[in-house]
């Protein structure tokens, strides 16, 4: 009777790991949008920058085969160590308490994995950290409670304030929670420098699909760039809790063509001349007292 409950117990355990086996390879092969999150998604969105494809890399092809090993090296030795040591099987267990060769090897082995591993972990956060010399243009995102305020220094200091469309301002193409009244638009194929910093409290800009999450700290400028070649809306969100409205703090970028950027350059430093911190803030000011 005690065998049996043991071999229920071990038929669950394996009925366990293959269903979270399955549920994360299978996971790896969805993701086919660029830019938006799908329904039920549980593996990254679909990269649009080198910096993202490097991160997907080093996740999908070589953090998770190690991750998989490991998980089945560890469950097989548990089910035989269940199996071979119990009272049962072996009612005089012995009284071995130490052995170093094995000592020495489950020290060793678990270190060189994790040299194995820091290499191009190092590789990728340098690249992320490390802006290329000439950026083609600079944004600079301030994070407010509850908004990003955007500025293109290199266009007279050109400013706007960007706040999640309601729900009745919801168009065709729009999405809830993630669209914005005032997007930020980038040319294709440029490398933009982003300088992240927050007006009150801790924010952080994150767009996924960009591989670009930099924290938003008062009094701090920080830096993280990214280059993207395919024209598109790209979303992403503040990723850092600030406060009661931190999930409408959306992030909407599009990408576009050098001309259609030229185009929009134009008319944006007319629109935003003067920037529209004034009309935003009634509308903050209305949907925070909803
Ligand atoms: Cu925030």
Same mark, same amino acid.
């Given at each position: 009777m005690k065998l049996l409950k043991n071999h229920n117990f071990i038929s669950k355990y394996i009925f366990v790991c293959l269903a979270t086996l399955f549920v994360s390879s299978s996971t790896l092969l969805a993701a086919e949008n660029i830019g938006i999150p799908q329904d039920y998604q549980l593996s990254f969105q679909d990269a649009a920058t080198p910096n993202m494809i490097d991160i997907t890399w080093f996740h999908n092809s070589f953090l998770f085969p190690i991750i998989l090993a490991i998980t089945i090296f560890v469950t097989l030795l548990l089910i035989y160590v269940m199996i071979k040591f119990s009272s049962k099987n072996n009612p005089k267990p012995s009284r071995? =308490?130490? /052995?170093s060769l094995i000592e020495v090897l489950w020290t060793v082995i678990p270190v060189v994995i994790l040299v194995i591993i820091a290499i191009p972990s190092f590789r990728i956060l340098y690249t992320q950290q490390?802006? #290329? $010399? /000439?950026?083609d243009l600079t944004i600079k995102a301030t994070g407010h409670q509850w908004y990003w305020e955007y500025e293109y #220094?290199? =266009? /007279?200091?050109m400013s706007f304030d960007s706040l999640p469309l309601e729900e009745e301002e919801l168009t065709e193409g729009k999405i809830r @929670? @993630? =669209? $914005?009244d005032n997007p930020i638009v980038v040319p294709a194929g440029k490398v933009v420098r982003v300088q992240v910093t927050a007006a009150d409290v801790i924010h952080n800009w994150a767009v996924p699909s960009f591989g670009v999450k930099m924290d938003a700290i008062p009094g701090r400028l920080n830096e993280t760039w990214f280059k993207v070649d395919k024209p598109g809306i790209y979303y992403g969100m503040c990723s850092e809790l600030c406060g009661v409205r931190h999930s409408f703090m959306p992030i909407e970028v599009h990408v576009v063509e050098q001309n259609d950027y030229d185009n929009w350059l134009k008319d944006a430093e007319q629109e935003f001349a003067n920037n529209n911190y004034f009309p935003n803030n009634i509308k903050l000011a209305k949907l925070i007292n909803k």
């Open positions: 071995t =308490s130490h /052995n490390e802006i #290329p $010399v /000439n950026a #220094p290199d =266009s /007279n200091s @929670l @993630l =669209s $914005v």
